[in-house]
């Protein structure tokens, strides 16, 4: 086939517009029926930064426009109540890859340490900003700070509370005794003369166990009196009831897992957003604090207008596995979906989100499950990611958006699993899959 100018006038047009929809440079287009001169310029780009519960302040090497250019160093802060895991600079290097990875996880403090004899009621379990207010049981009284915060220095303020027995006052005390009426006096003096103790039951200082204790003790003075003390000892632990993992979610409980004092923490797995109170407390009128959790299915929005704002929408929830092919008879994409339709069961155990761009511009589109995204959102794909139009690719990117491998062929389902399962959050996941028994059959 042959070109006229006028194609090339045509084509240049298309390609001049979306380039300046992308906002990726200033392209001038002059066409005319003999000259037609624009230029791209070939710079390598890595994908933008998004910190979850922070923020990263950028610098380009001339002062560019984009902040995600060859040689961009970006700050990285955390909002308050939350601390930085990773490096505090990451830098564009030229293999379009970030030199690092961070994350901005919510402060915490220590577990409080229940107080003998009380306990305490807190609003956001030990995370940052969180309020907890001690109180004790009926004939104690309260020693230390009634309430403390969770601070961002991962301290409690005040001082840690203990309940103690009030010293009654003197017109109050009374005097148990063993004593010999004769020895009573007009003044008398309460008196004790053990000859022998016999105990039946834990010793004194035990700790005991949930459930009824019978305590007897039998003393003879040294006139062979004999005096008996029987008395029950009753453990009751307070309990709201167990909580169960939300439906395509995970639960990890303190302690027994209901009794009172304890934690409950809930997550979903890849492809699920919770809905609820993602951590509930076991509160001392046996009922658990917050709401109950859900986990409800991912809702992708494609009618989006850029391609960085599709792909935030798996950051932190799924991997993305994008292929690519030039057309839709093409062998290798042929092969692929082949190779990956039966095991969507392993996909889904790794988070794994399938996106497929098939065709050429403007007869392309892309797809993700039953959900087609406009030609344009397709484009803008392959542009920000650099994947090729004319020839078949895969490309693997993980939870934070970070290109982990790409490829030419149609890589197998187990040459996929095994890159995945090297990843570091796989890692956990897989522990936290392995103690609810998750898996493919």
Same mark, same amino acid.
């Given at each position: 086939?042959?070109?006229?100018?006028?194609?090339?006038?045509?084509?240049?047009?298309?390609?001049?517009?979306? +380039?300046?929809?992308?906002?990726?440079?200033?392209?001038?287009?002059?066409?005319?029926?003999?000259?037609?001169?624009?230029?791209?310029?070939?710079?390598?780009?890595?994908?933008?930064?998004?910190?979850?519960?922070?923020?990263?302040?950028?610098?380009?090497?001339?002062?560019?426009? &984009?902040?995600?250019?060859?040689?961009?160093?970006?700050?990285?802060?955390?909002?308050?109540?939350?601390?930085?895991?990773?490096?505090?600079?990451?830098?564009?290097?030229?293999?379009?890859?970030?030199?690092?990875?961070?994350?901005?996880?919510?402060?915490?403090?220590? =577990?409080?340490?229940?107080?003998?004899?009380?306990?305490?009621?807190?609003?956001?379990?030990?995370?940052?900003?969180?309020?907890?207010?001690? &109180?004790c049981s009926p004939?104690?009284?309260?020693?230390?700070?009634?309430?403390?915060?969770?601070?961002?220095?991962?301290?409690?303020?005040?001082?840690?509370?203990?309940?103690?027995?009030?010293?009654?006052?003197?017109?109050?005390?009374?005097?148990? &005794?063993?004593?010999?009426?004769?020895?009573?006096?007009?003044?008398?003096?309460?008196?004790?003369?053990?000859?022998?103790?016999?105990?039946?039951?834990?010793?004194?200082?035990?700790?005991?166990?949930?459930?009824?204790?019978?305590?007897?003790?039998?003393?003879?003075?040294?006139?062979?009196?004999?005096?008996?003390?029987?008395?029950?000892?009753?453990?009751?632990?307070?309990?709201?009831?167990?909580?169960?993992?939300?439906?395509?979610? &995970?639960?990890?409980?303190?302690?027994?897992?209901?009794?009172?004092?304890?934690?409950?923490?809930?997550?979903?797995?890849?492809?699920?957003?919770?809905?609820?109170?993602?951590?509930?407390?076991?509160?001392?009128?046996?009922?658990?604090?917050? =709401?109950?959790?859900?986990? =409800?299915?991912?809702?992708?929005?494609?009618?989006?207008?850029?391609?960085?704002?599709l792909l935030d929408?798996?950051?932190?929830?799924?991997?993305?596995?994008?292929?690519?092919?030039?057309?839709?008879?093409?062998?290798?994409?042929?092969?692929?979906?082949?190779?990956?339709?039966?095991?969507?069961?392993?996909?889904?155990?790794?988070?794994?989100?399938?996106?497929?761009?098939?065709?050429?511009?403007?007869?392309?589109?892309?797809?993700?499950?039953?959900?087609?995204?406009?030609?344009?959102?397709?484009?803008?794909?392959? +542009? +920000?990611?650099?994947?090729?139009?004319?020839?078949?690719?895969?490309?693997?990117?993980?939870?934070?958006?970070?290109?982990?491998?790409?490829?030419?062929?149609?890589?197998?389902?187990?040459?996929?699993?095994?890159?995945?399962?090297?990843?570091p959050l796989r890692?956990?996941?897989?522990?936290?899959?392995?103690?609810?028994?998750?898996?493919?059959?």
């Open positions: 086939m042959e070109f006229t100018n006028s194609h090339v006038c045509f084509y240049g047009a298309l390609i001049c517009v979306y +380039l300046m929809v992308l906002k990726e440079s200033l392209v001038k287009c002059v066409c005319s029926v003999f000259v037609f001169p624009f230029s791209l310029p070939e710079m390598p780009w890595c994908s933008p930064i998004k910190v979850k519960h922070g923020y990263a302040n950028c610098r380009t090497p001339q002062g560019e426009y &984009y902040k995600n250019v060859l040689g961009t160093r970006c700050d990285i802060r955390c909002q308050k109540g939350y601390e930085l895991h990773g490096p505090q600079q990451l830098i564009c290097q030229s293999n379009k890859r970030w030199s690092g990875k961070v994350l901005c996880k919510q402060i915490r403090c220590p =577990t409080l340490s229940m107080p003998t004899n009380g306990g305490f009621k807190c609003i956001d379990g030990a995370y940052f900003n969180s309020r907890c207010e001690y &109180y004939g104690y009284q309260l020693k230390g700070d009634r309430t403390v915060t969770c601070m961002d220095n991962k301290v409690w303020s005040g001082r840690p509370a203990s309940c103690v027995v009030p010293c009654p006052s003197p017109e109050l005390l009374i005097f148990s &005794y063993w004593t010999n009426p004769n020895l009573i006096s007009e003044h008398p003096v309460y008196f004790i003369s053990f000859f022998s103790v016999i105990l039946k039951g834990p010793s004194p200082g035990s700790h005991f166990s949930e459930g009824d204790h019978k305590i007897q003790y039998t003393v003879y003075d040294r006139a062979e009196n004999k005096g008996t003390c029987k008395f029950l000892v009753k453990v009751r632990v307070r309990r709201c009831g167990k909580l169960n993992a939300p439906e395509n979610g &995970y639960i990890k409980c303190t302690g027994d897992g209901d009794n009172y004092g304890v934690t409950c923490e809930f997550s979903c797995i890849g492809g699920y957003e919770l809905q609820g109170s993602p951590a509930r407390v076991c509160q001392y009128n046996l009922g658990w604090s917050g =709401t109950e959790p859900t986990c =409800t299915p991912m809702n992708i929005n494609v009618a989006v207008r850029t391609a960085a704002a929408q798996f950051y932190e929830k799924r991997r993305l596995l994008i292929v690519s092919t030039p057309t839709a008879a093409n062998f290798f994409y042929r092969l692929q979906l082949g190779m990956l339709q039966p095991e969507q069961c392993g996909l889904d155990l790794r988070h794994v989100t399938v996106i497929e761009l098939v065709g050429v511009f403007p007869a392309q589109i892309g797809r993700i499950g039953v959900k087609l995204l406009p030609p344009a959102l397709a484009l803008q794909l392959r +542009l +920000l990611l650099r994947i090729p139009h004319y020839n078949f690719s895969v490309v693997v990117m993980d939870k934070h958006g970070m290109d982990k491998e790409r490829y030419s062929f149609p890589p197998t389902p187990a040459q996929l699993f095994a890159l995945i399962d090297t990843f890692k956990e996941e897989m522990k936290l899959q392995a103690e609810t028994g998750q898996s493919c059959t």
